[in-house]
């Protein structure tokens, strides 16, 4: 099982919505999202994916974003009740971090019970696994996403998915210019020999989250593959023209038509890469965001492509 976790923003919530929509998605694949912001967007791929009976986790005490301090507004209310109906579906799964103060707050949970053997639990921090310990008093949750380090293996012990940051972020598109490809993860060949029931990760965006966005010097696309021993490698396609800021859509121009005459020896064919194929035949810029989504997206269909064939 793959659990890759995105936060909600825009174009992350859109690329969710067209696979499953598509029907790209493996039933060996469950999406975990985090809300962090406050939009119809959010409501509306949660629906694609309870229309499509395809699992998702919806993080419920978000860490980062807006989430938490405007879903409570009066503004709202009409998008919070849907939400609130929307959970008891039984294809959204209650996801939580594991924090001290998880299942205090009052408002959040709005009177809900929590059912831990029903709900994913994400504890990624050494010094709650104690109050992990604690809170579970002995249920298992149906799925429990750690890291993969013996302090977190010793205490959580059921039901455990691995859970890495894989993504090599660099501190600007520019950097990626030098590297035109490198390793980017094994998990999904060893995880059930090191005694997990799945994988986990933060796909091609990272775990890093930023709520401002910036114009950058380069554009750089990065697309995630197999190599012939069956890892995971990650290429990056970087523009040229990088002296300033000005003409974003000659810089995506460049480092797709790298993309495209990469994947004429590649032959990767999944919808994420023939978007991008289109928007170079075409000549057109979708702009940075969709760039993003297409990327998301070609990931999300190799992953599930897999497993459909090992898992079956």
């Known amino acids: 099982m793959y659990f890759p976790i995105l936060r909600g923003r825009q174009f992350e919530l859109l690329a969710l919505r067209e696979c499953v929509n598509n029907g790209i998605l493996s039933d060996f694949l469950i999406p975990i999202v ?11 791929t949660l629906d694609s994916f309870v229309d499509h009976k395809h699992p998702i986790g919806v993080i419920r005490n978000p860490v980062v974003g807006k989430w938490s301090r405007e879903i409570v507004k009066t503004s709202n209310q009409k998008i919070q009740k849907h939400y609130t109906e929307l959970l008891d579906n039984k294809y959204l799964i209650e996801t939580f971090y594991v924090t001290p103060d998880l299942g205090s707050n ?10 831990f053997e029903k709900s994913i ?18 249920i298992s949750p149906l799925y429990n ?17 691995m859970c890495e940051d894989h993504f090599p972020k660099q501190s600007r598109n520019i950097d990626y210019s030098g590297i035109d490809t490198e390793f980017f993860s094994a998990d999904h060949l060893y995880y059930k020999e090191d005694g997990y029931k799945g994988f986990s990760d933060y796909s091609v965006v990272g775990s ?20 012939d021993n069956n890892k995971l490698r990650i290429a990056h396609f970087v523009s040229d023209s990088n002296d300033d800021i000005s003409d974003p859509a000659r810089k995506f ?31 057109t810029y979708p702009g940075l965001g969709v760039a993003k989504k297409y990327s998301i997206m070609h990931h999300l269909e190799l992953m599930s492509v897999y497993l459909n064939e090992v898992e079956k």
């Open 145 to 161: 996403i750690i890291p993969d380090r013996a302090d977190f293996r010793r205490s959580i012990r059921a039901n455990r998915v």
């Open 121 to 138: 639990l994400i504890c990624n921090q050494p010094e709650y696994v104690e109050h992990y310990e604690h809170i579970t008093s002995g």
């Open 34 to 44: 985090e809300p962090v912001k406050v939009s119809s967007t959010f409501t509306k």
């Open 253 to 283: 121009g460049e480092a797709v038509e790298k993309l495209v005459q990469w994947n004429k020896i590649m032959k990767l064919n999944t919808m994420g890469i023939k978007a991008f194929e289109d928007t170079y035949k075409n000549g």
């Open 208 to 227: 890093e989250y930023s709520e401002t966005g910036f114009a950058p010097y380069a554009v750089a696309i990065h697309i995630v593959y197999f190599d």
């Open 106 to 115: 009052g408002v959040l949970w709005e009177n809900r019970i929590l059912q």
